[in-house]
Nanobody, 129 residues
Framework: QVRLVESGGGLVQTGGSLRLSCATS????????MAWFRQASGKEREFVSA?????????YYANSMKGRFTISRDNAGNTVHLQMNSLEPGDTAVYYC?????????????????????WGQGTQVTVSS
């Protein structure tokens, strides 16, 4: 059974930084890839960033996160990190880690929640003004 466990959320002031981490436990199959989504109160879940590593490493970002957020992976295993800099109140949300065994669809499907087979429990990020 695959489980995803996030950590690193918290409260930060505008302009501050946080680093989220997500560890995958259990055996995965196929072309495994991971992503981050977020959901603010009263809003739909939205794509933040994704990473694949089956053939080289590819990263993807939502436009509003480019230049502020960086996704990375530990070489030793299926653990990814999301470094978030220059945080704004609009970044306040629950951040979810997601994993998919269909990483070969990431080029075109990375921003769709339906591509992902596994989800973490979420971690709260609050940015105060």
């Amino acid at each position: 059974q695959v489980r995803l466990v996030e950590s690193g959320g918290g409260l930060v002031q505008t302009g501050g930084s946080l680093r989220l981490s997500c560890a995958t436990s259990g055996r995965t199959y196929g072309s495994y890839a991971m992503a981050w989504f977020r959901q603010a109160s009263g809003k739909e879940r939205e794509f933040v960033s994704a990473i694949t590593w089956s053939v080289g490493t590819s990263t993807y970002y939502a436009n509003s996160m480019k230049g502020r957020f960086t996704i990375s992976r530990d070489n030793a295993g299926n653990t990814v990190h999301l470094q978030m800099n220059s945080l704004e109140p609009g970044d306040t949300a629950v951040y979810y880690c997601a994993g998919t065994e269909r990483g070969y669809f990431m080029e075109t499907g990375h921003s769709s929640p339906t591509l992902y087979d596994y989800w973490g429990q979420g971690t709260q990020v609050t940015v105060s003004s």
